[in-house]
């Protein structure tokens, strides 16, 4: 059964630093993995996705990058903002399935 | 740029009544989903939808929940009885394929059961 975890469970860190946030997977048979952003009370907005033949994805400032043998994402924020602050969550998709399955997130705080 | 809706933004109802969660889905999408998140919990699949059936399920969408699309353009989840843990975000999702495409969300309904 796939399991996803998301390493801090909350970060604080000063605006302008560069920042990594962690996302790890049991089963490496995916077929992409999605990163979102949750802002408190709100739905949730995908910010990438990174199909399961791809090293990483780029939007902006951000970067998401997939390792499948080790079972990892990362989602690289650069130059964070105090509009960063949300939850980002990332969600993994399996081979031959609809569903999605979450991480629980990792709560993010940029310090003016 | 398209959006997923769903109405209402937060529904309180007591235990034991019916609701209904409705989702207007993005236009030429085929693949429709429903999510909950319980507070402070993970988010978690109930149900995929295409083709007017039920493509997948969890444990967690029993016979106490349906879905339909009744028209061109809406995608209920109907909920029977409902029970004091059914209280939720519920979060519709649509994509326009299956494997490869992005899931997008729509802003969720509260669901409080008193």
């Known amino acids: 059964k796939q399991e996803v975890t998301q390493i801090p469970a909350a970060l604080s860190v000063p605006e302008g630093e560069n920042l990594v946030l962690n996302c790890s997977f049991t089963?490496?048979?995916?077929?992409?993995l999605q990163w979102f952003r949750q802002d408190p009370g709100k739905g949730l907005t995908s910010l990438l996705l990174?199909?399961?033949?791809?090293r990483e994805q780029t939007s902006g400032r951000l970067n998401a990058s997939l390792d499948k043998s080790s079972g990892r994402s990362t989602l690289y924020i650069a130059a964070s903002q105090p509009g960063d602050s949300a939850t980002y969550l990332c969600?993994?998709?399996?081979?031959?399935?609809?569903?999605?399955?979450f991480g629980k997130g990792t709560r993010l705080h940029i310090l003016p | 740029e398209p959006e997923v809706t769903q109405t209402p933004s937060h529904q309180v109802t007591q235990m034991g009544q019916e609701v209904i969660l409705r989702c207007v889905p993005i236009?030429?999408?085929?693949?429709f989903y429903w999510y909950r998140q319980i507070l402070g919990q993970k988010v978690e699949f109930l149900v995929s939808?295409?083709?007017?059936?039920?493509?997948?399920k969890s444990e967690i969408f029993d016979d106490q929940f349906s879905v339909e699309r009744p028209d061109g353009s809406n995608f209920t989840l109907k909920i029977r009885s409902t029970k004091l843990e059914d209280s939720a975000m519920y979060f519709c999702?649509?994509?326009?394929?299956?494997?490869?495409?992005?899931?997008?969300f729509g802003p969720g309904t509260r669901l409080t059961v008193t």
């Open positions: 999702a649509s994509s326009e394929g299956l494997q490869g495409y992005e899931q997008y």
């Open positions: 089963d490496s048979a995916i077929y992409n």
């Open positions: 990174i199909q399961s033949s791809q």
């Open positions: 969600a993994a998709r399996m081979n031959r399935d609809d569903k999605i399955i």
């Open positions: 236009s030429n999408h085929l693949y």
């Open positions: 939808f295409y083709n007017n059936e039920i493509s997948e």
